[in-house]
């Protein structure tokens, strides 16, 4: 069973930035997709990037142009780049793969803490 960690949460002061990163315990990546989600209190999760092993990136609007998601496949690694960062984006951040080399099963990460605030 493959494994993801996050790494790269803390705080951070509004228009800070900050880098996430997902280490799979194998090649994933490469044929999977991969996400960056996150849950605030009291809300849902909801998805924030995502990447298709070979297709176009997608972000949710409440991060576009701010937020960067990419993968280095030779370190089996999905990055999230976090720039003007704002309180609302305080969340626990999740990374999140599906696809052929995962059977098709929905894998996740245990979170890492991003808290802006100043």
């Known amino acids: 069973q493959v494994q993801l960690v996050e790494s790269g949460g803390g705080l951070v002061q509004p228009g800070g930035s900050l880098r996430l990163s997902c280490a799979a315990s194998?090649?994933?990546?490469?044929?999977?997709?991969a996400g960056w989600y996150r849950q605030a209190p009291g809300k849902q999760r909801e998805m924030v990037a995502r990447m298709p092993a070979g297709g176009s990136q997608n972000y949710a609007d409440s991060v576009r142009g701010r937020f960067t998601i990419s993968r280095d496949n030779a370190k089996n690694t999905v990055y999230l780049q976090m720039d003007s960062l704002k309180p609302e984006d305080t969340a626990v951040y999740y990374c999140n793969t599906w696809g052929p080399l995962t059977g098709y099963r929905e894998i996740w990460g245990q979170g890492t803490q991003v808290t802006v605030s100043s």
């Open positions: 194998r090649n994933i990546f490469s044929g999977n997709v």
